[in-house]
């Protein structure tokens, strides 16, 4: 010991703890990975189920939709269906199993901010968003020959579904106490936002009261986004698109690191 004392609460790490976060963001990602069975293989064979249900269904009489065939119109609304899905999955079961468990204080306990606790939650989220997305669209290049054409942007919605779906997690997570309150938010509001969305039609087809709700759906804008960059053609502008998508995004963050700030519903 150097004889230097420290005042309880004041943080000896810098601004950031590093150490901390990278911790807590490798155990979120170690959960998924030893399970990479029932949480990367399964949602590639439930994409690949959806476009051979659709093929099969549908056939080769359906016609193009804007200006590509069916399928290539289907792949990218599946896939980022699947990422935002993935990555609300990943924090909200993290969040509520440390809950029921009576864990939640090995995360709540050690020098980490509200901030770095939210980082740490969306890096799990989005690494695996981010790891099936890539699965499946090697999927699609080897089995439909399918290949965005742009990549980089692709990239990005993503791993901004993924971040914006893990961060609606983490708060679905905080507010359920219990895994039947869990599910009853991912069958009333995350599946409906997932399906309603564009995912397997042009919103264009839709009656204009539903066509207007649509929009107001954050998910749209990710899934039309991503099919702009991986078709080229999209139902709006994907620049809008995006700046929704941010909006979206730092909003339920900042709902997130509220919650966490405050303990809701996690300190007694």
């Keep these: 010991m150097d004889g230097r004392t420290v005042?309880?609460?004041?943080?000896?790490?810098?601004?950031?703890?590093?150490?901390?976060?990278?911790?807590?963001?490798?155990?979120?990602?170690?959960?998924?990975?030893?399970?990479?069975?029932?949480?990367l293989l399964a949602p590639l064979v439930t994409a690949g189920l959806f476009l051979m249900i659709f093929t099969l269904a549908v056939g080769s009489g359906r016609g193009s939709v804007m200006g590509v065939p069916f399928l290539h119109f289907l792949a990218p609304g599946i896939l980022m269906m699947t990422v935002i899905q993935n990555a609300f999955a990943n924090t909200s079961s993290s969040v509520v199993i440390s809950k029921v468990q009576g864990n939640i204080v090995d995360t709540l306990m050690p020098p980490l901010s509200p901030f770095e606790i939210l980082l740490g939650y969306l890096a799990g989220a989005v690494a695996r968003g981010v790891i099936?997305?890539?699965?499946?669209?090697?999927?699609?290049?080897?089995?439909?020959?399918?290949?965005?054409?742009?990549?980089?942007?692709?990239?990005?919605?993503?791993?901004?579904?993924?971040?914006f779906m893990g961060a609606l997690g983490l708060v679905a997570g905080i507010f359920a106490n219990k895994f039947d309150q869990m599910a009853?938010?991912?069958?009333?509001?995350?599946?409906?936002?997932?399906?309603?969305?564009g995912t397997f039609y042009s919103v264009e087809v839709l009656p204009p009261a539903l066509r207007a709700l649509t929009h107001a759906n954050p998910v749209f804008y990710l899934i039309d986004g991503l099919r702009f960059a991986v078709i080229g053609a999209s139902d709006s502008s994907p620049a809008l698109g995006a700046a929704v998508c941010l909006a979206a995004t730092f909003a339920v963050c900042l709902l997130a690191w509220s919650m966490l700030r405050t303990g809701y519903r996690l300190k007694a």
Excluded: D
């Excluded at 997305?133 to 990239?155: D, E, K, M, S």
């Excluded at 009853?184 to 969305?197: D, K």
């Design 7 to 39: 005042e309880p609460g004041v943080r000896r790490f810098g601004r950031v703890n590093w150490l901390g976060l990278y911790t807590l963001a490798a155990r979120e990602v170690m959960r998924f990975l030893v399970v990479w069975t029932q949480t």
């Design 132 to 163: 099936v997305a890539l699965a499946i669209a090697v999927a699609l290049a080897l089995v439909l020959g399918l290949v965005p054409q742009h990549p980089v942007l692709a990239l990005f919605y993503a791993a901004l579904g993924a971040a």
């Design 184 to 197: 009853a938010i991912t069958n009333f509001i995350v599946t409906p936002l997932a399906f309603l969305s």
